[in-house]
């Protein structure tokens, strides 16, 4: 599932679409697209792992769930839910969900909450956090409705970096290291945007789906942990385990 900072790139990607005017659409999708042609895409924005695109007086939010793709100037060998094609070129959604919601994304989206917004705001983060005492830490990195955007490698590595356990409890943490990792979900997130773009995401990976703690230089522990069970990797020596 793309994490917030690849939804940022596609968004950057798709910058000479913007103001330009469909010419076709087509795909297998079942919210009504029809009308598209000769609209203008007044923008595209993200919240999080929703990709938006803007006309006048609606939008598509579209979510990649697990295997969703996108390509850019050429075609997979399938049918796209979604096909835009403009005069400088066309974009193709696979495997994802979409939704036709009328309004302006302002009305339905608190940018807040969204880590790599200029609108970010960390002391909502906080408030909320000390709302959820018994929540994991896991599961508390990636409620999207605090966090927008952070994904299962980001929680990963964020927890190693703070060196907070993933099987702490968030009212457990001291107000310390409740911020340290409000501020570095926001940082790690930044710094994924720059190793994806740079096609160095996988080599800079501290702790997911590695074998070896590279603090300690023993074997990483990995489990399904919290609510969510998503596979996390972690060390159980330099990770504290709070509560």
């Known amino acids: 599932m793309p994490e917030g900072p690849s939804i940022v790139i596609l968004k950057e990607e798709l910058k000479p679409f913007k103001g330009k005017k469909v010419l076709e659409v087509s795909g297998d999708t079942s919210v009504q697209i029809d009308d598209l042609v000769n609209m203008k895409v007044h923008d595209f924005r993200t919240w999080g792992k929703h990709f938006l695109i803007c006309f006048k007086n609606f939008f598509f939010r579209i979510h990649f769930l697990l295997w969703g793709t996108y390509r850019i100037n050429e075609r997979k060998d399938a049918t796209p839910r979604l096909s835009l094609r403009f005069k400088n070129g066309e974009v193709n959604f696979y495997t994802c969900s979409i939704r036709r919601i009328e309004g ?5 989206y608190d940018w807040e909450s969204d880590v790599m917004a200029d609108e970010w705001n960390a002391a909502k983060a906080e408030k909320k956090l000390k709302e959820m005492k018994k929540v994991n830490v896991s599961d508390a990195l990636l409620n999207q409705e605090i966090f927008s955007g952070v994904g299962n490698i980001i929680k990963n590595e964020v927890l190693f970096r703070i060196k907070i356990h993933p099987e702490s409890s968030t009212g457990a ?14 940082n790690y997130s930044f710094d994924f945007y720059t190793w994806k773009k740079a096609f160095e995401l996988k080599k800079n ?3 997911y789906k590695k074998k070896k703690c590279p603090r300690c230089n023993i074997p990483s522990e990995k489990g399904y942990i919290g609510k969510t069970k998503r596979l996390t990797f972690f060390c159980n020596n330099c990770q504290a385990l709070f509560g």
């Open 173 to 186: 943490l001291p107000k310390r290291k409740l911020k340290e990792m409000i501020k570095e979900a926001r």
């Open 104 to 108: 302006s994304p302002d009305d339905f």
């Open 205 to 207: 990976w501290l702790i």
